[in-house]
């Protein structure tokens, strides 16, 4: 995550997914040493918000240069966020 508006904030956030249920926390030590193997989706705070807004899928996002895939991590979030916006917006109102 980084985030120049509230630089705590800005570090390694473990996203873990289960049962429709997503858990957000800070990396672990551990997670850290096992960030070369998994996926890796890295965004902005405006970045992030427009995925969780459902505005932009994390694929197109990625692919425009919004966020950082590496190993697939957008496709496999992809799902999380494929719902319907939660507000109208010029673009998505038709």
């Known amino acids: 995550m980084r985030d120049e508006t509230i630089p705590s904030n800005e570090r390694a ?4 997914a289960r ?3 997503l858990s957000v ?3 672990t030590a551990q997670q850290a040493a096992s ?3 998994l996926p890796r989706l890295t965004a902005s705070a405006e970045a ?3 995925l969780v807004a459902g505005a932009v899928s ?3 996002a ?3 240069g919004l966020v950082e895939d590496l190993r697939g991590a957008a496709a496999l979030v992809d799902p999380w966020f494929r719902t319907r916006p939660v507000f ?3 673009m998505n109102g038709f």
């Open 13 to 16: 956030w473990h996203v873990h």
């Open 35 to 37: 960030r070369d193997r």
């Open 62 to 64: 990625a692919e425009r």
């Open 88 to 90: 109208l917006m010029p």
């Open 25 to 27: 926390r800070a990396e």
């Open 19 to 21: 049962d429709g249920h």
């Open 48 to 50: 992030l918000a427009i």
């Open 58 to 60: 994390p694929v197109v």
